[in-house]
């Protein structure tokens, strides 16, 4: 396991494992995933009147896997690292 699974999985397992009659950890699970979507829907969107365009998207890594899996659902969008675009 690499070290930002190791992050996101103590993060956010710990998260809903947490067992508060309020269920705090679930409130935060669902808050930080439907972030993730809004932020993603918002590129989408801006990206819908743009055929072609190219994107650069700076998330912090705790985004980045909801990102890159959010992104690739979506039809004439490709993720790129930009380790390759930089070279």
């Known amino acids: 396991?690499?070290?930002l699974n190791h992050s996101l999985d103590a993060d956010f397992g710990a998260a809903i494992a947490h067992?508060?009659?309020q269920l705090f950890g679930r409130q935060y699970l669902a808050w930080w995933e439907t972030r993730n979507l809004r932020?993603?829907?918002n590129i989408r969107e801006?990206?819908?009147n743009q055929p072609g365009a190219k994107?650069?998207?700076i998330?912090?890594?705790s985004h980045k896997p909801y990102?890159?899996?959010y992104l690739r659902m979506m039809h004439d969008v490709i993720v790129v690292?930009?380790?390759q675009v930089l070279k």
């Open 67 to 69: 990102f890159d899996a």
């Open 39 to 41: 932020m993603v829907a």
């Open 1 to 3: 396991m690499n070290n």
């Open 46 to 48: 801006a990206l819908g």
């Open 55 to 57: 994107v650069l998207s």
């Open 59 to 61: 998330v912090g890594s």
């Open 81 to 83: 690292d930009s380790l």
């Open 19 to 21: 067992k508060s009659p």
